[in-house]
Nanobody, 118 residues
């Protein structure tokens, strides 16, 4: 099974920036879409950004113009650069990847906390 490990979360003041990273490890796999989700307390998990294997991107309206998703296919990593952070961006951020092997499946990271203070 492929494992995803996120890093880069933390506490930041409103208007600040953070960069999240997610690394996939395992053997004999490739990755299709990679996504970032977030879940705030008492709310449903929501899709933040998606990047395809060829670099096509999509963002939630709430983060457009502030967040940038990117990936390094050679390193099996995906990143989320978050600028102009707002208190409402506070959530646990999860990395998700569509893993392509003999049996394709969706893998999740353990999550990383992002807290934005006002």
């Amino acid at each position: 099974q492929v494992q995803l490990v996120e890093s880069g979360g933390g506490l930041v003041q409103a208007g600040g920036s953070l960069r999240l990273s997610c690394a996939a490890s395992g053997s004999s796999f490739s990755i299709n879409d990679m996504r970032w989700y977030r879940q705030a307390p008492g709310k449903q998990r929501e899709l933040v950004a998606v990047i395809s294997s060829v670099g096509n991107v999509h963002y939630a309206d709430s983060v457009k113009g502030r967040f940038t998703i990117s990936r390094d296919n050679a390193k099996n990593k995906v990143y989320l650069q978050m600028n102009s952070l707002k208190p409402e961006d506070t959530a646990v951020y999860y990395c998700n990847a569509v893993i392509l092997t003999d049996t394709n499946y969706s893998a999740w990271g353990q999550g990383t906390q992002v807290t934005v203070s006002s």
